[in-house]
């Protein structure tokens, strides 16, 4: 433990940002990316709360990774990860009620959300504390940055609004711009979504497939 | 003349050939000279049988299918105007109103859409593809008259875009791209493309007519009159409350998007269509068999409403169920292409239609849904169609 942080980690950390991103490669997490981007806020709310409890939920796995019995491990990791999103929504819903509101079951669902399983079974399960915690956090902004992403064209092209606030002027809507009623609906975030890969994988020539 | 228009060609070809000036333009080029001149290249190895009329001829054979389509929508356009408005005008007057209304729509439809051909041909270095000159031409067709323009061009854009280019262009599609660009609209800005404010336009066009509307006037086509009725027997009107019966659907003074009114223009259109081979008599006839069948099921079994116990008949003349079959559901990229799977393809569209209207009051208007559906399932049944046939052949060969 020379550094704090190694090159390895580094790669740890940025891997998912951007060359193992959880949804434009892996594409897991796809269902709640189309159910909460129609708004900044929720997305950014929901961005990091996946962030907090993969983090975390790494972290404890992690720890305990010696001591599960490998026939139980899912349910291990199943009680883990249920806890932690029960945290974090009893959280959301005494200082950001609204919010809560607005995403409804979906933080429930993160414990079905396969980002979390995913990282739990293939990195925490074999990596120490430390590194299992950046691959979290990793992972956790790599979906977030999607969905902050989504969630801006959605938003703004949808409602003329950003965070709530109004950006498109009024003098538009006089002109007679009038807000897209697709970009509200949830096909709309998967063409986005789809956009993204477009580009990244235009950026990334190794990982366009054969 | 046309020696003449081919030693013109000739001269210009060199300035967008490799080395020429106008090198970077040489797929815009080429698309018009392939447009113009039937090329004369031909394969260099094996042995290939050419059809006598490539692809851009065929295109050309649909897009003058669709003309008397649209030119009794721009006469029906002038016509609905000066109806609402109450005014006695001549036939000119009505068609030159008409004329300036749709002639923007088709203007912003052919820009934007053969814009982005040209560029994406001109980054991926293809040749420009013909595929856009029927989308092109059926797009204003299948809108409301009173579509903002900046809206189409957005809808065009996203449909070439989308439904097109993302798929590897013309011939490559699945979906229908000028029905996709319906879909866009209908979903995207949903107050412009339904209720019973854009069917008929009101307002001047170019300074030509315009005026206050008759005290009877109301705006909404058949299919939102049964949409919204509260009873199931309605009576339905045109927009100031005479009478509407099956005659009028058919000959098409009703109000609606352009191009889908009138079925004898559509009639005309499809036995061109049917005379050249461009289209399939099997898919067309078994959308309005499919279509008649389910809806005289409701009739006689259906539920209480409007739409239920609107005639069979009624169903195939209004809204745009004709225009579909004839000219979205028999378009060969994205239809069914096996013989036998023409049938199922064709019947499941009229099905689906009917009962997209019957049963779903949020649309009152089922066709481009079923269109775009059966889109989907096209290559399913294709591959169905194919495994029973090879599955046939091979018992029969197993019995000798």
Known sequence: ????????????????????????????????????TAKLEPALVMGLSVTIIVAFSNVIISLLRNTIPNRIRIIVQLVVVA????????????????VSVQLSVYIGLIITNCILMGRLEAFAMGNKPWESFIDGLGNGFGYAWILVVVAFFRELFGSGSLFGFQIVPQAMYDAGYVNNGLMILPPMALILVACIIWVHRARNKELQEK | MSNKLRKFVDKLKPHFSKGGKFEKLHSVFDGFETFLFVPNTTSKNGTHIHDAIDSKRTMIMVVMALVPALL???????????????????????FLFGLLAVLPTVVVSYV??????????????????????VTGFLIPL??????????????????????????????????????????????????????????????????????SVVDSYSGATVLGQISVSPTSQVALTDITGNPLGFWDGFVGLIPGSVGETSVIAILLGAVLLLFTGVASWKTMFSVFAGGALIALLFNLFGPDT???????????????????????????????????????????????????????????????????????????????????????RLKRAGNK
């Open chain 2, 112 to 133: 934007v859409g053969l814009g982005i051909e040209f560029i994406i041909a001109q980054i991926k270095g293809h040749e420009i593809q013909e595929g856009f000159l």
């Open chain 2, 306 to 392: 409007a739409a239920a116990h609107f005639p069979w008949y009624n169903h195939l003349v209004f809204g745009g169920f004709a225009f579909g079959a004839v000219f979205m559901a028999t378009d060969p990229v994205t239809s069914a292409r096996t013989e036998t799977g023409k049938w199922i393809y064709g019947a499941l569209i009229g099905a689906m239609a009917i009962i997209i209207r019957v049963l779903n009051p949020g649309y009152p208007e089922g066709m481009m849904l079923a269109i775009l559906l059966m889109n989907i399932f096209a290559p399913l049944i294709d591959y169905y169609v194919v495994e029973a046939n090879i599955k046939r």
């Open chain 2, 142 to 211: 299948i809108v409301p008259v009173d579509t903002p323009l900046w809206m189409v061009a957005v809808a065009t854009a996203f449909a070439v875009i989308f439904a097109k280019e993302v798929f590897g262009g013309t011939g490559m599609n699945i979906f229908n791209v000028a029905l996709v660009t319906r879909a866009f609209l209908f979903f995207a800005y949903p107050t412009f493309m339904s209720g019973d404010t854009v069917w008929v336009r009101v307002g001047t066009t170019f300074g030509l007519g315009g005026g």
């Open chain 1, 83 to 98: 806890a932690l999103v029960t945290i974090v929504s009893e959280i959301l819903k005494a200082f950001a009620y609204d």
């Open chain 1, 1 to 36: 433990m020379s550094k704090l942080i190694s090159d390895k980690t580094k790669a740890v950390f940025l891997g998912p940002l951007s060359k193992n991103n959880p949804i434009t490669v892996q594409v897991l997490g796809i269902c709640s990316a189309l159910a909460v």
């Open chain 2, 72 to 94: 009794f929508g721009m006469f029906n356009v002038g016509y609905q105007h000066y109806l609402a408005i109450g005014q006695e005008v001549g036939f000119w007057d009505k």
